[in-house]
Each structure stands twice: as C-alpha cells, then as structure tokens.
C-alpha cells in the first residue's frame, strides 16, 4: 500500500511538472473549451463536430461534447444523463444538479465514472466524461479539477 501511495504521489508530481503540457480542446460548433492532460490522444472526432473521444494507453478515457438542448432545460438533460447511467450499469454515488452545472460520480466493476456538464447558452451544454480505474482515484482528483476549472463557454453556437 505504501508503494502504492508513493507511485500515486511520484504520478501526482510528475502531472504538476508538466503542466505545460496540457492542451485546449475548443469545440466552435458548441461554443466550448476544455484542457486536457498529457498522454491522452483523440481517438474519433464524430462527424457532426459535437466532441471527441480521448484515450490513455492504460484504457482510460476522456470525452467531451456539446449538445443542443431540444425541448428541456439543463437540468432535466442532466438528470436524464443520470438515469442512463444508472441503466448502463453504473452505481451513482454522488450527483449535484443545478440549473447551469451538474456533476456526478460512480462505480462500476473496477472502473470510476465522472461526469461534468454546464449550460453553455441559449439552446447548448457541454459534458466532461472520464473512465478510469479505481486504482487511480488520487492520481485523478487532481486532473478532475483542472479539468472541471478549464471547461468554459467561448461564445454562443452558430
């Protein structure tokens, strides 16, 4: 456990050190903008320009994407996400749903899922989607929060 410990520490470090080399992920369809760590590579970027799919060479994944908001607020579009969620096998443990934001967390298996979403405006939100292990809880507090910090509306969608 306290090599463990040390390894998460050491990982934790080494993520600080190379700040620099994160990059911005800018979404101009949905009016967004993300940071994203280092050793992640997009592996699809959907046609209709809505995001992408980021993966580690461990499995983890990262995906970011806008959607426009027909017919409900952001808040019912959260919660419907939850309720998806749930269907898809994942234990909710925690979930904050405001009008503007919404976060979320849970297990399943020996995977963690956390999403973040925000209104943007008008018609249009942007959602945070990681999957990691378990094992990587403490490395990944500290991503999540960067990550959350650096997703910001640029603008209304065209």
């Given at each position: 456990m306290?090599?463990?410990?040390t390894?998460?520490?050491?990982?934790?470090?080494?993520?600080?050190?190379?700040?620099?080399?994160?990059?911005?992920?800018?979404?101009?369809?949905?009016?967004?903008?993300?940071d994203?760590?280092?050793?992640?590579?997009?592996?699809?970027?959907?046609?209709?320009?809505?995001?992408?799919?980021?993966?580690?060479?461990?499995?983890?994944?990262?995906?970011?994407?806008?959607?426009?908001?027909?017919?409900?607020?952001?808040?019912?579009?959260?919660?419907?996400?939850?309720?998806?969620?749930?269907?898809?096998?994942?234990?909710?443990?925690?979930?904050?749903?405001?009008?503007?934001?919404?976060?979320?967390?849970?297990?399943?298996?020996?995977?963690?899922?956390?999403?973040?979403?925000?209104?943007?405006?008008e018609?249009?939100?942007?959602?945070?989607?990681?999957?990691?292990r378990?094992?990587?809880?403490?490395?990944?507090?500290?991503?999540i929060?960067?990550?959350?910090?650096?997703?910001?509306?640029?603008?209304?969608?065209?």
């Open positions: 306290r090599v463990l410990l390894v998460l520490a050491w990982l934790a470090a080494v993520l600080v050190a190379h700040a620099a080399e994160w990059q911005t992920y800018a979404n101009d369809r949905y009016g967004y903008t993300i994203l760590p280092p050793g992640f590579t997009m592996q699809r970027a959907p046609d209709n320009g809505d995001g992408g799919t980021f993966l580690a060479k461990n499995g983890d994944r990262i995906l970011v994407f806008g959607t426009f908001l027909v017919d409900v607020f952001f808040d019912d579009e959260a919660a419907n996400r939850i309720e998806q969620a749930e269907k898809d096998g994942w234990k909710i443990s925690y979930s904050r749903v405001k009008p503007e934001w919404a976060s979320y967390s849970g297990t399943r298996g020996d995977r963690i899922l956390y999403v973040r979403g925000m209104w943007l405006c018609d249009a939100a942007a959602f945070l989607q990681l999957e990691y378990k094992q990587d809880l403490k490395a990944y507090d500290m991503i929060k960067r990550m959350v910090a650096s997703l910001k509306p640029v603008g209304c969608p065209q």
